[in-house]
């Protein structure tokens, strides 16, 4: 079974810090990954959506790197601002018998921003 | 734009009661999906449709039902609820499937089970 990890699990950072999230999976056998932010007491919005073909992704200050080989995602977050505070998810979408297109996600990084 | 819209937002239930959760879309999506996120444990997927008519089990669907009778809606029911349902749902949406498209949640369902 795919299995997704997120380290740290909680990261707290100091006003315009680059910073970097990581992401995990047992499985290199994926069809994309996805990145998601979810507010307190929110939904899940994605950010950054990349497929398996692909090596990265950019979107503003975030650019999302993959290397399915090694079973492994960056999430970079440049000039980091207060506004940024959230858990950010990230989440692979299997390519492979009965679990085809089923996501499975990890348990997020808690990232505060303090000014 | 409303997105993915979730009623109720909060329900207390008591141990054997029933209820349903509805999940409403505005974007013509053809893929549905509920959810249920507990603390330690991630999102976990519960049933999942691909279109109207159409409805499938995922990793946890054991203790619920689901209907999708419009497009637009999914529906997702909790016949005799228990403790160990007692958690956030989510529903989700996409227009090309989980292998190519972009989810959009709804805002979660935050159940109490007593």
């Known amino acids: 079974k795919q299995e997704v990890t997120q380290i740290p699990a909680a990261l707290s950072v100091p006003e315009g810090e680059n910073l970097v999230l990581n992401c995990s999976f047992t499985d290199s056998a994926i069809y994309n990954l996805q990145w998601f932010r979810q507010d307190p007491g929110k939904g899940l919005t994605s950010l950054l959506l990349?497929?398996?073909?692909?090596r990265e992704q950019t979107s503003g200050r975030l650019n999302a790197s993959l290397d399915k080989s090694s079973g492994r995602s960056t999430l970079y977050i440049a000039a980091s601002q207060p506004g940024d505070s959230a858990t950010y998810l990230c989440?692979?979408?299997?390519?492979?018998?009965?679990?085809?297109?089923?996501?499975?996600f990890g348990r997020g990084t808690q990232l505060t921003v303090w000014p | 734009n409303a997105g993915v819209t979730q009623t109720p937002k909060f329900r207390v239930l008591k141990t054997g009661q029933s209820m349903t959760l509805l999940c409403a879309q505005d974007m013509n999506h053809e893929y549905m999906y509920w959810y249920r996120q507990d603390p330690g444990m991630g999102l976990r997927l519960i049933h999942y449709s691909v279109g109207e008519g159409t409805t499938a089990k995922g990793e946890v669907p054991d203790g619920y039902n689901v209907s999708r009778l419009k497009k637009q809606n999914f529906l997702l029911g909790l016949e005799s609820a228990a403790p160990s349902q007692t958690s956030v749902y989510f529903c989700a949406s996409s227009q090309k499937g989980l292998l190519a498209g972009e989810l959009f949640f709804g805002e979660g369902s935050r159940l109490t089970v007593l």
């Open positions: 989440a692979v979408s299997a390519d492979r018998g009965s679990t085809l297109g089923r996501l499975y």
């Open positions: 990349i497929q398996s073909s692909q």
